[in-house]
């Protein structure tokens, strides 16, 4: 199969693709994949019915073997540089730990961080994210003001942020996210310049333990499938124990999971404690118990879950980056309230930032309108699937 030139990619980048076409004896439907990333690269169009369609078509329709292909595809035409950013004291690495950390998650699938943030950074990230405004997905009804003293009265056990600009906002929150060494890892990981796709906190707390509940806040295992390829950062903003919601992840997942599940297996089902084990070992099944502080990065296409709190409370800080926004059906941010520093990084790595438009407020409602203009079928559908 051959790649038929494009005009939106230059006569280099051209050769490299349709050698590495050639090479993988990739077919058509890659081919045909690739060509539409490219497309929706330039419109941004992420949100047309057509586009969803498509996406959502593709996204459980290929094998990971593609998405591997075309990630990698991804980078040549984007390949990863060294970033350079003004913020770089979160995570103190040098390059030979950055390459064990990306080691790491190539083949564990992760990487923790014991009590890397200090107690005056995670104080600053509590008390800004006190004034945020939470939601939970029973009620629609905003709670602002949420504190470890008050988050029991919370109706459901998760308490979403519900605008994730509110949580960039905090300042502490754009020197890790821009944190030099941390693009720069995650980058690596991705294999080019990571874009920032999302800055998601909730707080759980103990409450039903029906599985539709558990399913819709991400406490049975799953595979995240958001994007082609992405890397989560996950920060323990309480300390977590056995009884407060340890993350889970199974080691070693991210490439054999989908094939090991069956022909019957989509990446977006949810999957039974007892199945994992059978399957991957319950060895393989690593509990996150950690003082606050402590970060996990994970490649959140590998089998994860929160597990179901039993007493207290957690709060999480969570930072997505991807390397492309292809798949994309997620929040997007704008530039308001950035620090000077992160503006100039807009200017010197715009990819990054591709997530970010002036029109943030027109493409949320886009969004917002977008799912609620689904059809009848396609809500029952959706009710059906959190079931599954
Ligand atoms: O709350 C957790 O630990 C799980 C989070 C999760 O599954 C996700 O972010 O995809």
Redesign the pocket.
Known sequence: MSWKKSSLVNARKSESLSRYIDENKLGSKIIEIFEDILETEVSKDYLTIDHNKRKVHFNMSISTEERIHLSNMISILNPKKEIHSPFYEIFPMNSSEIEGVRINLETKGFHVFDSLLSAEVCDHLVNGIESVTFHTKKSTKKIKGISKDTVGKINGNTAWATNQQDILSIEEVQKIAFDENLLNLVGSFLGSEPILCQT?C?W?VANSTHRSNLST???LF?Q?TEYLKFV?V?IYLTDVNDNN????YVQGTSKIAQSKLGEDYKPSNRVEDNKVAEIFGVDNILTFTGKRGSVIIED?FGL????PVVEDSRL?L?LEYCNSLYFHSGYSFGFENLEPEVEKLAETNPRIFSNFTNQVALLNEKKFQFFNNRTFTQKVKDKIKSYL
């Open positions: 998601n909730w759980s806040n991400a406490q799953h995240d989560k996950f919601g340890p993350h889970q959140t994860h879950k929160g597990t999480l969570q």
